[in-house]
């Protein structure tokens, strides 16, 4: 029989959709040591929020049932395009296939010295005399999406520009007009770019997706490139400047394993940043969606029904992680669902990797006896950044040793 009728809310009062939880990680334990999903509100309706690392990666690797686009055809398209998130089949396999050539996990250590490495430094170059400096607004914030610049090929002049539409892109569920004008305005900017690589390719990673073809000749079209620059900047840059201060504040406010990833850099560094993408991946709650109703891991599930993949809840599941919520630098474990799984995992998930590991072995080198401000303390804390969906820090006041 086809389920037409969702079962019960299991919380009332907050929002997963929107509300700022403060003890968002204590309200998830408590309804998954009742059951690994739960009925929860969410935008005006009712969805199903998984809560496990089993039922979380199986979501994700179901694309059949919880296909990719149910959910961006509604939440993205309208201001990024019809991006790969939206695509299914063979468009997602060969668009996938193009741009996330550039962003193999091959790919992304020649990008280190020539590109992520001199953007690093060069944002630090303009506090390192100070002695001081707030890391989210003057380092977090700006390092992916100059990394992203550079990647593309944009000068150097234009950063802030980029840096308005790609917040302008992330908020549009809050502020659809903004959102759909910085769309605009970045279409009207890569457009002519687009244009001269085409002719005249260089390097950048702009003209390598313009002139790579399939094995089948396929190329993609402007408007398929456009929608993965447009999908670059919020997916990508925003995401990894919100994993950059969490880590940040992960190891600040865990002084002990601060101590320790100092007293070994080369052993701990890229534990320490898988470790803080397991204890507070920045995106929190992925929304799906559920087009036909069915019965899933023994979830009856009407169709249309919104569903929630709880990654943080997931990579806090005692039952793969003993004592979750210590943040443990000596965990070694690689927590892959904070980049999702199956055929709409994170196609610049290395690039990531890459640009959180390089960012914090330059941070503690170039900033010695790194620490927070006196008084600061109680302002270094993860809460909601966009929605109850990304998660974050919202300033990071330090001290340091002046070069």
């Known amino acids: ?25 204590e309200v998830l334990a408590k309804l998954r040591s009742q059951r690994d999903y739960a009925i929860v509100p969410f935008a005006g309706t009712r969805a ?11 979501g994700f690797r179901d694309e059949e049932t919880f296909p990719s686009w149910a959910a961006y055809t509604m939440a993205t398209k309208p201001v990024l395009g019809h991006t790969i ?18 962003l193999r996990r091959n790919h992304v250590a020649q990008y280190l010295e020539p590109i992520i490495e001199p953007a690093i430094n060069e944002l630090i170059d303009r506090f390192a005399h100070r002695g001081e400096a707030d890391l989210v607004a003057e ?5 992916s999406l100059l990394i992203n610049n550079r990647m593309l090929g944009i000068p150097v002049e234009d950063e802030q520009r980029f840096y308005r539409w790609a917040q302008g892109l992330i908020h549009y569920p809050w502020d659809p007009e903004e959102a759909k004008r910085c769309a605009r305005e970045l279409t009207e900017y890569v457009m002519p770019i ?11 990673m702009i003209s390598r997706i313009v002139s790579a073809t399939t094995e089948d000749g396929e190329q993609l079209d402007d408007e398929q490139v456009l929608s993965f620059v447009r999908l670059l900047y919020p997916v990508g840059a925003d995401t990894t400047m919100l994993a950059m201060g969490i880590a940040l504040a992960a190891l600040f406010t865990h002084p002990e394993q601060l101590d320790l990833l100092r007293s070994d850099p080369d052993e701990h560094l890229e534990w320490a940043v898988w470790e803080a993408l397991r ?22 599930i009407p169709a249309q029904t919104p569903m929630v993949f709880a990654i943080t809840a997931a990579n806090r599941d005692p039952s793969v992680y003993p ?17 999702g799984q199956g055929p709409h995992s994170c196609i610049g998930n290395w690039l990531a990797f890459a640009e959180l590991v390089a960012a914090l072995r330059t941070l503690l080198t170039r900033l010695p006896n790194l620490r927070v401000a006196p008084g600061a303390a109680g302002a270094v804390r993860v809460t909601s950044q966009v929605g109850t969906a990304l998660r974050g820090v919202d300033t990071l006041p330090v001290r340091f040793d002046p070069a």
């Not at 380092?139 to 390092?143: K, L, N």
């Open 1 to 25: 029989m086809v389920t037409t009728t969702l079962q019960p809310l299991d919380i009332d009062g907050i929002d997963f959709a929107s509300d700022d939880r403060p003890d968002l990680h």
């Open 323 to 339: 004592n979750p919520d210590h943040f443990d630098i000596t965990r070694r474990v690689t927590p892959m669902v904070a980049f």
């Open 48 to 58: 199903v929020l998984l809560l496990t690392q089993e039922l979380v990666a199986a």
């Open 279 to 300: 204890w507070e991946p920045p995106v929190a709650l992925l929304p799906r969606a559920c087009p036909e109703a069915v019965t899933w891991h023994g979830i009856d």
């Open 85 to 102: 998130q939206c695509m299914s089949g063979r468009e997602h396999r060969v668009n996938r296939a193009i741009v996330s050539t550039p």
């Open 194 to 204: 687009i244009a001269a690589r085409r002719i005249e390719p260089g390097d950048d």
């Open 139 to 143: 380092f977090t914030q700006r390092f």
